[in-house]
């Protein structure tokens, strides 16, 4: 079992930058993929940047360019730098992390709100 800590959510403006944590602990050691998800209200979930162990990076093509999503292996945490964000970005952010052997863990989601 994985255990995943959310943070950096909060309220920013349009065109504003919040950067998203999450860090895991618990069996850690067969880690493959992480990554995050959104859903807006009223929407389903969907993927917004995954990060797996070998490098291959994807991105939802709503922020590419504008989010970054990084791994530090040694603190076994995620991050998701958003820059530019818009108002569309509003939604609960999600970390999920695939171990080797196939099992889906998610964090509690931590809200994002962009607006004026």
């Known amino acids: 079992q994985v255990q995943l800590v959310e943070s950096g959510g909060g309220k920013v403006q349009p065109g504003g930058s919040l950067r998203l944590s999450c860090a895991a602990s618990?069996?850690?050691?067969?880690?493959?993929?992480m990554g995050w998800y959104r859903q807006a209200p009223g929407k389903q979930r969907e993927l917004v940047a995954t990060?797996?162990?070998?490098?291959?990076?994807n991105y939802a093509d709503s922020v590419k360019g504008r989010f970054t999503i990084s791994r530090d292996n040694a603190k076994n945490t995620v991050y998701l730098q958003m820059n530019s964000l818009k108002p569309e970005d509003t939604a609960v952010y999600y970390c999920?992390?695939?171990?080797?052997?196939?099992?889906?863990?998610w964090g509690q989601g931590t809200q994002v709100i962009v607006s004026s």
């Open positions: 999920r992390v695939i171990s080797t052997s196939g099992s889906v863990s």
């Open positions: 618990g069996s850690i050691f067969n880690i493959n993929s």
């Open positions: 990060a797996t162990s070998g490098g291959l990076i």
